[in-house]
């Protein structure tokens, strides 16, 4: 199977990152590409990035239609661009977001939700919101460390990052954690074996899921919400 | 007060007729402008159409932080683009989706939503559960006409429409009804006299509702999900 | 335009409060009376108190529908007595907890309610629930400050006032601020600036939307919740 | 034990049928009172109505107070008053329709309603949202005949509302239903055969209730919702 | 009236102390019969101890049928078997979980529940979610103590629990406590004094409802939900 | 990788079919045992079926901890004794239902279920209130056909079925069809090509889903719902 990762910022340093990841998780059979768009912003988080990061990965995703590609993921915890995504591509797209969402849902009562920084809460819980989960979100929590601070001092990111998940699981009722955190990415296995819940890295989660979805041979629907759109002129 | 409305498609005569509206409704001390971007789609029917809208309205609202518009509206019925918009403006950004949901809460029981077309309907959907405000919700309903007939069969239009609004009410119990669906807009007095609810036009709804959050002077909330977005390099 | 303000309980002193408030912000041309009941309860801190005040304050509402009156706001902050009045008012009647609700979801993702006491915390909520925006409810404080204490202590008062809108936003998530406590009102502005986000208070936005609906031309449906009463015999 | 039931309308000829309907299904032990005010609407219909008749009931639930009532029935399937006379009362005040449903709520699955009049659905369908109840409600109908329809034509009341009922569990999946509605109060045994599921009245409902908490020597919270109300000033 | 109280786990001890309560409570003219399957485990404290706690359990439903019972009621605090009870059995069956939820929803707007163990808590909300009922839910709190520390310090048992109930009342909003904890079994009436709100035990609400649903003569449906099971074969 | 499925009624037809639908599926380094207890119902129709079935399909996953598996597969639509699996199995427990609910949601905006029995739908809408999906579930509908039809008219069945689907997609908005209903098995395709939407199987969703866990290495959460027992005396 062929499975096309589109890094939706245009980092080649983070789209490395990823390709490393899922160059390492991948079933021995399956191919990946690794790409992000020329044009848009290097980093994604606000809004404001989304709206310019997306037209550019609509036209990855629209060149990978020629492709043999089995599946497209989308490769930022935000899931911007997956509506338009999947209304043009007979291809499934696979949303990193809501993927995790899915597999959380199936390992635990509630699941928690580690972020980087306070900003992005309301957001994710708008997420959340909106694909209707709300009853099985036990919190969102941000760790709120500068980059500086991270760089500096990965050993007090560890320690906070720990204490805020026990929290998380003691206070909150968190029984699955996801790390929608890039600087935690290092310690999951550490939190999954010092407080005994799940801890799901993103990135790993969606690109399993792609695989097997690819695996399944289904699609996203295209009725309703995925409707292909009708050609429309340009200005 | 001085008010800006940008449409989000890039059509000269859907521009002009939204500027009729709010020239013919405005308060007499309202000063109003009516744009929209140079660049995308002339109309807007998916998520495809809105993620390439999205940044040439995008310019349009940070062009007008350097005017001094009291009130930003963005007329499109989807609300694309708004967390973005909010995050760079410090002027009121008034989506017209949001403030017509609103003003129905405070109508009626239930509202209940007319559109064009069966596939925008679970997008509809989505943003209503996005909102929170699912169990307000009666009924979204399509005309199913195509452009043509609507243009051949005035007549049959109306009558379709106003057959289809009497469900909504005697049926799904809608006691307030939006129409989401230009082709019935002209309808609107006919069909509040006929059924006795309230018909609410997202244009007008939303230009009014601008005119009053410009004229309480508080503006969307910056902190959570509205953060202004952080200086970032783009490629 | 033409406003009736019924203040629901019998004090003078509130009802020139809230006279004098409408007074300044009402525009130019809005023609505003503002009263009240000549019997009931002198404040409404109460179920027991609201039943009482009720029927007195429908009176009003019914000399209402002989004047030229383009909008009657209730003006309490718990809509005690807005069904009835609807119920009999050809007139749109504006509910002020109602409509400061619709307001705050428009400015950001979940608001927080402040109020004097905690006994009235789970009215409050209740009144949320009926109105189905549980999903958008950040959090309900109270004051708990004695009137002799307010009276006695301003600055006590507002550095109290200020701390506890403070923990909402930042440990409940609040991005907008409803006043429900008169002892905070003068304060609005400051809370504002310290805390960059939206302060309601419910007089001014109540009045700005009956302002804004009689504008409009629109008024609440008279089918279903608010169908008209049949001729009825009273013992 | 002593039951007062408080009939809230002021028609001697229901509140005669209310005390031989419990006279009937009154444990052989209880003492039963069964009043109604004696000002305020001959039968209740509407809000407008139930404003109007709360202030004379809770005057008879003051009394109560002085008498040794283990129990005081709100006999309308309506609540109205119930928030206020829980405040005032240290009597465990029963609300007819609260009660109702949660004896339906461990029957079934869901419960539907049958109720007499379209324009009631409404609040009706608010009681449920208000009680955080919506997602074990299947339906609610309405029989919809005159007065006169009913008089006339008992044969024909009774088979539509069986055909009604049939509908409520073979389509909308009522698997209890609640007969809100006098028209087909003597029709709920067949009901119950014919369709097999539970069919409530509210009053025989209500009443044993009513016994069940006096028999526990249970009260209504005194704490948040039904605090009791201060001393107040009255014009 | 006569009354089958089946306690579901194994433990004599149990068995008797809730016969005792149910003895003392009960009716004058209520006939009671307390038993237990003689084979499944001793005290059900997981799921896995319910998976083997119910088929004996249900074989005591069975030959209640052959008997002339008006009500059995399932005696243990998570409600284990009883649908499978009820699609067998045309003789009432009260659950004890749901009937103690039902009476909570009546008698103030929110209610807490106190257990004994964290690891259960999840499983409660669980089931409060799956009755529909969480915006009724103020909270769950653990009491975590050890057996031996509730045997070796009973005065240390009481305070905790007590401190813990307030905290439910005062920060969580509970306005009636449901007792789901043992050790806390003879404080009821201590809380209940002390916090001015209903305390609940589970064990004599359920059994008075059980009493009020045969004095009513209604029967659980068999529609749905609870429809009897075809003729199966087993191996 | 090794997969033990375990069906959980105690037909070898039934089993032998997984076992030919997991056979075909599986990945070809996936090792696959499908087994099914010895003692209990030969098909599972009701709650009564579920509570004999699950205490021998817990002895096989107790045995299946001494082997080498790296996922358990409950095969059973109605995911019965899942979580007293999890509470024992330190080897992932996949849930057919909830792994199909969960991949479900990841497809499209609503998903309909297609069942054969009306009886069970009430039980089907239980679980997914219980999971906290409502929102996103557009239809449960049955098809109604006696296993005689189902025999006796393979042609008509699969007209019926496809009417039905047409009938989820158009009516109910259903935009991704879960067949839960084995007389539909074979027309998954036909569904999917005609109706456009994804059409899921069941056994091959959930056994995908038990080697993309198994992939991942994670396993469900030990904390809270799924907590192990605790050491237990049994009679």
Same mark, same amino acid.
């Given at each position: 199977m062929k499975i096309l990762v589109a890094n939706i910022n245009t980092s080649e340093t983070i789209t490395n990152k990823i390709r490393s990841v899922v160059e390492r998780i991948k079933r021995t059979d399956t191919e990946v590409d690794v790409v992000c768009p020329e044009k848009g912003p290097v980093t994604i988080d606000s809004s404001y990035d989304e709206a310019y990061a997306v037209p550019p990965t609509l036209e990855l995703v629209k060149s990978a239609q020629e492709s043999d590609y089995d599946a497209i993921l989308l490769a930022c915890f935000c899931d911007a661009?997956?509506? +338009?995504?999947?209304?043009? %591509? %007979?291809?499934? &797209?696979?949303? *990193? /977001?809501?993927?995790?969402?899915? &597999? +959380? @849902?199936? @390992?635990? %009562?509630?699941?928690? !939700? !580690?972020?980087?920084? #306070?900003? #992005? *809460?309301? *957001?994710? /819980? #708008?997420? &959340? #919101?909106?694909?209707?989960? !709300? +009853?099985? !979100?036990a919190c969102i929590r941000a760790l709120e460390l500068s980059t500086a601070d991270l760089d500096a001092h990965p050993e007090e990111t560890k320690r906070r990052g720990l204490a805020l998940a026990e929290e998380m699981v003691v206070k909150d009722g968190a029984e699955v954690l996801i790390l929608g955190c890039a600087a935690m990415a290092g310690y999951g296995e550490d939190l999954q074996k010092q407080l005994g819940v799940p801890v799901l890295d993103p990135t790993v989660v969606a690109f399993k899921y792609a695989e097997m979805i690819a695996d399944m041979g289904v699609t996203h629907s295209r009725v309703g919400l995925y409707s292909p759109p009708l050609p429309k002129e340009f200005n």
């Open positions: 661009g997956v509506e +338009a995504a999947r209304e043009i %591509s %007979s291809i499934p &797209v696979i949303a *990193m /977001e809501e993927a995790t969402y899915a &597999v +959380a @849902l199936t @390992l635990g %009562s509630k699941f928690g !939700l !580690l972020t980087e920084k #306070r900003e #992005r *809460m309301a *957001m994710k /819980e #708008r997420h &959340v #919101r909106r694909a209707g989960l !709300l +009853a099985r !979100l």
